[in-house]
């Protein structure tokens, strides 16, 4: 059975690397018909073709471990631990029993256990994100606010 998480993680002189492929990639998509030669330990070369789809997922990939030197592998619909959802979040397991309790993450009873599908996950995660951008910007937007706001009995100049 697959993983439902992989992270990956590189050295820094390996994120030079990533960062090469990403770009040798990026161009090969571009083209109408592109494909791979690969070279293995031994020196014998290997052609490999790929569709644009593959390759960009590949570049994906490579942009972000040269850009953090990490990347998690996710799939969908594999469920996971609480745990495991708190980690892909950025919170606390206790906060991911909060949003499973209020309804606004799906969960499964396993025993006594809970599990979660990883896409319910990200979902949720692209969620909250947008909406502290959203808190974010209507802060921003507010201290703009009192900051041109002039009290009565003071002058604005």
Known sequence: MAEAMTRLKVEAIERE???KGANFLERAIALEHAGLFLTSANGKKVTVEMPPTLMLVLKTLLRTLADTGEALVLSPDLEISPEKAAEILGISRPLVYQRMDAGKLPFRSVGTHRRVRVDDVVNLKKAEDERR?????LSADTEDLEANYAKPGQSSS
Do not use: D, I, K, N
């Open 17 to 19: 690397e990533a960062r």
């Open 133 to 137: 951008a959203l808190a974010a910007a």
